[in-house]
């Protein structure tokens, strides 16, 4: 049984659980304390500490780069899932960083300001010291304030997708491709509180996301 050990809110692992519900594989997922990945560090012999990670029989797969796609790679060639087709090879290579680093890097943001809302009262602190550690002390609070510039610069880094979804049903053709699953996963996290409707100047993005979210193979 494959094991995904996640954090419920993380925009990496809602990409990586998405994929596996697409898969229609059985899957089982684990939840890590928030900001403790002991068990993490333990299935990785001391190798990793962050999330996700899959474990699948023996088998531990973790990134082993900041850019690197491993889980998704293993888990395209293990279930034949065509997210990685060598038409859009290179292509994808050049998306998915400005996924996981433009977007995503506002995406949380909007996300965090209501941490206090899903991080579970025992992890409250290493949440905050893992934030602020980061990005400054009241670097919340800072989030918070500038919740709608926020808002905004978010729905601005969607337009290049909502423009690619103008002539086809999926970012790059005809099915969901790694770059889906990917984005999918930012804008999930991104919208992950409740507190925020989905970006207004996206209405295909929007059809995309909701179609995307009960997508199986
Ligand atoms: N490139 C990795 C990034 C993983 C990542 O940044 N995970 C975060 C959660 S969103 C994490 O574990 N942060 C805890 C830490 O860095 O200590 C991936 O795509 O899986």
């Known amino acids: 049984m494959i094991e995904l050990i996640q954090c419920p809110w993380s925009p990496y692992c809602l990409a990586q659980r998405r994929i596996l519900e697409y898969s229609r594989a059985p899957f089982k997922v684990v939840n890590i304390p928030c900001g403790d990945p002991t068990l993490v560090w333990e299935l990785t ?92 002390r009241g670097c919340v609070d800072q989030w918070q304030a500038n919740r709608n510039k926020l808002f905004a610069e978010f729905e601005a880094k969607l337009e290049p997708f909502e423009a690619m979804l103008a002539s086809r049903p999926f970012l790059l053709d005809h099915h969901p491709r790694f770059v889906d699953f990917d984005l999918h996963g930012i804008v999930s996290n991104a919208l992950y509180s409740g507190h925020y409707p989905f970006p207004k100047n996206s209405p295909r993005l929007k059809e995309w996301h909701g179609r995307l979210s009960k997508l199986r193979r």
Not at 70 to 99: R, T
Not at 127 to 133: C, S, T, V
Request: proline letters at 4%; aromatic letters at 16%.
């Open 45 to 136: 012999r001391g190798r990793y500490y962050q999330v996700p990670i899959l474990k699948d029989g023996d088998n531990v797969l973790f990134e082993t780069g900041s850019d690197s796609q491993v889980i998704a790679k293993y888990l395209d060639s293990s279930l034949g899932l065509h997210l990685f087709p060598k038409q859009w090879e290179g292509i994808q290579e050049l998306i998915w960083p400005y996924i996981e680093n433009d977007v995503e890097g506002i995406g949380f943001k909007l996300n965090d300001i209501y941490w206090k809302e899903f991080v579970e009262p025992e992890g409250a602190m290493r949440f905050l010291r893992h934030k602020e550690r980061r990005y400054g």
